[in-house]
């Protein structure tokens, strides 16, 4: 057995990840650290499906509301620190568990940031110029016909990611998805990945019964809090951003909440295609009993 395991925890939303990383993490006796790049935010507790404090208490996390929204937070801060972390982590637990669906942030903990040449300040300009007077939909067709890869994988919504993968598709001539996984990094640490899946109308039917939950549980409320600020990138998320529209008085509330719902299906579907590109990945339907993933586990430790 290496010195070092991570078992990392992926899936679309809703389909379980927390509550078995909490299980796997009392089994193998050791903590957690969070890859989900909304639960980093303290604001930002019912829309993101945070951990309760109960499931806090149950088991020890990381990288929970640990920053605040008014925070710029990279994806290349998260690798640098939860690589510290779990350097910290490694000397008092052989496994560690990591648990989330943002895929970019996973990657970045697994197997390292791709490269990317440096592009003229300009073109990004250019674009965010374009997102202010045109609209996202028309950078999201420039995507589409530059890259048609990345259009289907990133997060579409996600000003922020459409901008940055067209600026490396117009300032180098080549797709941006022609310049991903290309860096092959090495750990000090392996990486058994546990995928948590289902068919997909029982992924939405969960999806749509968690939406509601979080409205009985004050999504609204915690909205208006944050509507000032708006305009924050941490806040460009599903479940805000719809709500936002509809406490400005463009929306009704019933339609807000069911945009939620579609856009929550659409993430759940293209966080399922990104993870599907591991072909390591431990894959199990989410009512899968706790032993047969135990299990499956430690094979892959022993023969590790």
Known sequence: MPENILISIVGPTSI?????SIKLA???????ISADSRQFFKEMHIGTAAPTAEELAAAKHHFIHHKSIQELYSVGAFEKDALDILKELFKKHPIVIMVGGSGLYVDAVTKGLDDFPEIDASIRENLNTQLETEGLLHLQNQLKILDKTSFKNIEIANPHRVIRALEICLGTGKPYSSFLNKKSTSRNFKTITV??????ETIYKRINQRVDLMMEAGLLDEVKKLLPHKNL???NTVGYKELFNYLE????????????????RRFAKRQLTWFKR??????????????QIIEAIT???NTA
């Open 249 to 264: 008085g463009e929306w009704t509330l019933d339609f807000a909440i069911s945009e939620i719902k579609k856009n929550s």
């Open 16 to 20: 379980g990840k927390t509550a078995l």
């Open 233 to 235: 990138n941490a806040l």
């Open 195 to 200: 995928g948590l899946t289902a068919e997909r």
């Open 299 to 301: 094979e892959e430790i």
């Open 278 to 291: 591991d072909e390591n990945t431990l894959w199990f339907d989410y009512e899968t009993p706790l032993n």
């Open 26 to 32: 009392h089994y193998f006796n050791t903590e957690i």
